[in-house]
């Protein structure tokens, strides 16, 4: 299996990516490490101790992470992920604590001691990614690939232009960015359009075994299919979000991916939290190694096979195969 380290701000989406990074045989989920986003850092924790436990994988270190972005005050998305953050579903409190080291430390090790090199997946604001590049920039030698969820070549969702986990670190994010390390951006180009059909979410949700069920409790609370009424069939359909990004770890083939300069906007104003991908060539990585632009290249993804994911997650989600 692949080795695999998740960053998040576990988040209704989160919770549905660790569920599947813990369900899919050809992940081997290596550590978890958590930083304020969707809600504040201890809250994430809480949370991704409790979806761990609820998946049967308790014995997966956690990491407590930055409580706040590199220069921004922090600024939660709670409107969207519930005051719990993590859709208000009264789930019980976890009954461990996090590791005794925080989560840089915690990435530094597990990158270092994987026999194979590391696939990062971060699905949140890249603060605590910056501070391990900055502070250990060793661990890059150790890693394979960085598949983020953040950024966007199209509209934003946290301003008209930037992503909710860029905008809230930008300064993180255009570390990440510069990395040197072959990095793929799922962004909300993608994000967006895996949804699970409502008939799915029902029968998710109606599960005897408590992972899949959460699953569908997560997919129900996402917002419904735009338009959507309440006595349409598809009110209850929900987005992977997140979680497609561990998807693409397992199936790039789902993906479309245009290897493109980006950059993130740093600029005080309406850009900022931007990232600004240049679609209008396509550049060969000869020219990368030959240093003659200087915008890093990144595999940025803009199309998903829809189906072929929703298939991947509910079959791992559901223990139904498909791996
Ligand atoms: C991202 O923002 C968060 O609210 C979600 O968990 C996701 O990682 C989408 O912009
Ligand atoms: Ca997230």
Redesign the pocket.
């Known amino acids: 299996p692949i080795p695999v380290i998740i960053d998040c701000?576990t988040?209704v989406?989160?919770a549905l990516a660790l569920l599947f990074a813990v369900r899919h045989p050809a992940i081997d989920l290596r550590a978890v490490t958590c930083v304020a986003?969707?809600t504040d850092v201890d809250g994430v924790v809480r949370n991704t101790l409790t979806v761990l436990e609820q998946a049967g994988a308790p014995e997966i270190p956690v990491a407590r992470g930055a409580e706040r972005p590199l220069i921004e005050p922090p600024r939660s998305?709670r409107h969207?992920?519930g005051h719990d953050g993590m859709g208000d579903l009264g789930l019980p409190a976890p009954r461990r604590t996090p590791a005794g080291v925080d989560a840089v430390t915690l990435l530094r090790r597990e990158i270092l001691a994987s026999p194979r090199p590391v696939t990062l997946v971060p699905?949140?604001p890249l603060t605590n990614i910056a501070l391990l590049l900055r502070t250990h920039p060793e661990v890059t030698r150790n890693i394979e690939r960085i598949v983020f969820?953040g950024g966007a070549a199209g509209a934003g969702?946290?301003s008209p232009v930037a992503?909710?986990?860029v905008w809230h670190d930008p300064e993180a994010a255009a570390i990440l960015l510069t990395a040197g390390v072959p990095i793929t951006m799922y962004g909300?180009d993608v994000?967006t359009r895996v949804v699970v059909p409502g008939a799915d979410v029902r029968r998710l949700r109606a599960a005897e075994e408590p992972g899949a069920r959460l699953a569908g409790e997560l997919l129900a609370h996402r917002p419904a299919a735009p338009g959507s009424r309440p006595d349409d069939p598809e009110e209850d359909a929900g987005g992977l979000?997140?979680a497609g990004a561990v998807c693409a770890v397992v199936d790039p083939e789902g993906l479309v991916t245009h290897r493109l300069p980006v950059e993130v906007s740093l600029a005080p104003g309406p850009t900022r939290g931007q990232t600004v991908v240049d679609r209008r060539a396509r550049i060969g990585e000869a020219e990368l190694h030959e240093g003659r632009r200087e915008q890093p290249l990144v595999d940025v993804a803009l199309d998903v096979d829809v189906e072929r994911y929703v298939k991947l997650y509910l079959g791992a989600v559901e223990g139904t195969g498909a791996a």
């Open positions: 701000d988040g989406d989160d986003g969707n998305a969207v992920h699905t949140a969820m969702n946290a992503e909710f986990n909300l994000f979000g997140d």
